[in-house]
């Protein structure tokens, strides 16, 4: 089955970089508008970032001009540079595909990125 992996994720402190990456298997991304999400604990997830297949990207308010998203179809990863992490960063961190023609979507299963002060 269709299974997306991410990693990356760890503890830094505040100020300090990390970059997450969602490898997938069974699907092919380029046919894909690809996203991450974050939920903090006792809040709702939230969407970080996403890119469509001809690179147009979004980025949630608080992340912008922090965090980069870009894929790498050959490689089928795509991935989430954060700098300037803050405390208010810290939750588990999800990467998503949804299907550009049927609108399928599927999910990681999250990896934790932890900023200390």
């Known amino acids: 089955q269709v299974q997306l992996v991410e990693s990356g994720g760890g503890l830094v402190q505040s100020g300090g970089s990390l970059r997450l990456s969602c490898v997938g298997s069974?699907?092919?991304?380029?046919?894909?508008?690809l996203g991450w999400h974050r939920q903090a604990p006792g809040k709702q997830r939230e969407l970080v970032a996403d890119i469509t297949n001809g690179g147009t990207t979004n980025y949630a308010d608080s992340v912008k001009g922090r965090f980069t998203i870009s894929r790498d179809n050959a490689k089928n990863t795509f991935y989430l540079q954060m700098n300037s992490l803050k405390p208010e960063d810290t939750a588990v961190y999800y990467c998503?595909?949804?299907?550009?023609?049927?609108?399928?979507?599927?999910w990681g299963q999250g990896t934790q990125v932890t900023v200390s002060s």
């Open positions: 998503n595909a949804e299907s550009l023609v049927t609108g399928a979507g599927y």
């Open positions: 069974r699907i092919i991304f380029r046919f894909y508008r």
